[in-house]
């Protein structure tokens, strides 16, 4: 397990859900092409993992930021998504820090009306 695990400021249920995860990259714009390629190998892994509705978008405002999305189905599948980490996951994330410009920073979102 090399990921940290997400900081939250109260315990989170474990049923609470969807969980949107979002990673923002900021990449020299010259390697966006080789940078999109090798962020679609590591997306067959969070699918793997229980992610699912994978996205990735382009800032129109600022060329080179990059937003990497994904879902999970509760607070427990997210959890369960950082203890299937693997060997092959953390070349993929190698991969993909060669183009960062600054280190890539990563979100947790939770439906606001799953605690109603």
């Known amino acids: 397990m090399h990921w940290p695990a997400p900081i939250t400021m109260h315990e ?3 049923d609470r859900g969807p969980v949107l995860v979002t990673v923002e990259y900021h990449i020299d714009p ?3 092409t ?3 390629q090798a962020l679609s190998h590591y ?3 969070r699918r793997r993992d229980g992610a699912y509705d994978w996205h ?3 800032d129109p405002a600022q060329e ?3 937003i990497e999305t994904f879902l999970t189905d509760s607070w427990l599948d997210h959890q369960r ?3 299937r980490v693997t060997r092959t ?3 993929y994330e190698q991969q993909l820090l060669r183009f960062q410009i600054s280190a890539p920073k990563t979100t947790h979102l939770i439906d606001a009306m799953s605690d109603k």
């Open 81 to 83: 998504l950082h203890e």
């Open 89 to 91: 996951d953390r070349h």
């Open 43 to 45: 997306a067959r892994s």
């Open 30 to 32: 010259n390697n966006r």
């Open 12 to 14: 989170v249920a474990q």
């Open 64 to 66: 080179g930021r990059l």
């Open 56 to 58: 990735v978008f382009d």
């Open 34 to 36: 080789a940078f999109l």
